[in-house]
Structure formats: C-alpha cells, structure tokens
C-alpha cells in the first residue's frame, strides 16, 4: 500500500506540473499579440538568440557536412553509387540532420542562456518590480523571446544545412573528386521543395517553439537562489532534447509515411 500511495503522489505531482506548463503556455500565447506592439524588443532578442549562435550552428553544419560526405562515399562507392552522393547528403541533411542537430544545439546554447538571464531575473525580483509596477512580465519580456526563439530557428536549420551541403560538396567534388555535375544534378532532381525542405523547415519551427517555451518556463519557475538557476539551465537542456527526439520520430513518421 505503501508502494501505491507513492506511485499514486508521484503521478498527481507528474500531472499538477503538466498542467502548470500548460497553463502557461497558454498565458505566453496570449501576451504574444500585445509584445508585437514592441516590436524592437523582438529584434534585440533575435540578435541575441539567433545572432550568437551562428558561430556554433555554422561550424557544426560545416563538420556534419565533411564527415556525411565521407561515409555516405565510403558506403555508396561499394555498390557503384557515388553519384548519389549529393543527394543522399542533402536529404539527410534537410529532411533530418539539419533541423535536429540545430534545435539540440540551439537548446544547448540559447536555451540555458534564456534560462539563466530568467532565472536571475527572477531571483534578483526584477520580475516582481515590474508587476508591482503593473507591467505584466509575461508581455514584456517573456513573449518577446518566444517569438524570437520561433524565427530564429527555422533560419539556423537552413543555415546549417546550406553550410552542411556546400561542405559535403568540397569533400566529394574537391577532394575525393566526385563528378560536380552530378553532385548538384541528382540532388537538383531528387530533393522536392515541399516535401523534403518544407517539412524540414516545419520541423525547426516546432523545434523553436519546445526549446523556447522550455526554456522560459524552467527559467521562470526556478526557485530564487544560485543552486536553483544551475538546475533549471540543466533540466532546460534535458527535457528541451527528449522533446525534439520523441517530437522528430512523430512528425518523420506523419510526414514521411506515405511515398
């Protein structure tokens, strides 16, 4: 009985958080519309969201790019495939790669910094003066983070699988010395706009949207001292990184399921 009776808390409480999450979600949602009446507020959070983290998202997509090219040769070479290369590259990298490696290294870099500055906020009681001061800070700093979280991502999947293909092409065309023609022809005629790098754009855009809220709501619910900022900005990455794998097998198996 004992046994059950812990189960039993452990499930309410697992249950009173999903649906404290919820509600503010919901609260985010609604203080969007009259955060876009500050819109500049939105610009400084896309610079210091998706700005900073270009160096990361870029270097990755460049080393994603050179080692893909590499195995992906190795592995097609043995059946007399090379000249798919291109192809099996950039759909990996649109489709896959791209939109994942982004949002686990967008939730590693943005989101504990979003975390953090909350977080502090929170314990310096920046938050509560502007609620004594009526200003609501859902509205005034929360909402403009999300929506900068939102369009920063799909734009930094792009970027690293651009710079993922354009490295793919220097292993396979200059340095392995892979056809040029059809690097670029085969994956010209096999990759479908909609299909393929539509679905990967939705993808980060949902992505942006579980690292962002996961980040401002461990940040803002952290408890008020240095030992629970640390934790919050640890639960950010963890929780925020089971989302994008168990949300990525959802949305492969919805959009890719039929041929």
């Known amino acids: 009985m004992d046994l059950l009776a812990r189960i ?22 609604r203080a969007v519309p009259p955060a876009m009446r500050r819109f500049y507020l939105v610009v400084v959070q896309v610079h210091a969201i998706g700005n900073r983290s270009l160096v990361i998202i870029l270097s990755s997509g460049l080393a994603v790019g ?14 007399g495939a090379a000249e798919s290369l291109g192809l099996v590259v950039n759909l990996s990298l649109v489709r896959e790669l791209g939109p994942v490696v982004t949002a686990l290294l ?5 989101g504990t910094s979003l975390t953090a500055e909350i977080g502090l906020m929170k314990a310096g009681e920046q938050l509560a003066a502007l609620e004594l001061m009526a200003i609501d800070p859902k509205q005034r700093v929360l909402a403009p983070r999300l929506v900068a979280g ?5 734009i930094l999947a792009v970027l690293f699988s651009a710079i993922g293909i354009l490295g793919a092409w220097v292993v396979a065309v200059v340095l392995i ?11 010209q005629t096999g990759v479908d706009v909609w299909r393929d790098v539509g679905n990967g754009i939705f993808k980060s855009f949902v992505f942006g949207i579980i690292c962002t809220v996961v980040a401002l709501y461990q ?8 030992e629970g900022v640390a934790y919050a900005t640890t639960r950010t990455v963890v929780i925020s990184s089971l989302w994008i794998l168990g949300m990525d097998f959802i949305l492969t198996a919805l959009m890719f399921s039929t041929p």
Do not use: C, K
Request: proline content about 3%; aromatic content about 18%; hydrophobic content about 50%.
């Open 8 to 29: 039993g808390a452990v499930a309410l409480d697992q249950l009173r958080g999903w649906g404290h999450a919820t509600a503010f979600f919901w609260e985010l949602l």
């Open 66 to 79: 050179f080692v893909l090219a590499l195995q992906m040769y190795y592995a097609l070479v043995r059946y």
């Open 106 to 110: 967008f939730a590693g870099r943005a």
């Open 150 to 154: 939102i369009f920063s991502m799909p």
């Open 177 to 187: 010395g892979v056809d040029g023609g059809n690097f670029w022809s085969i994956m």
């Open 219 to 226: 940040g803002h619910e952290t408890e008020a001292t240095p």
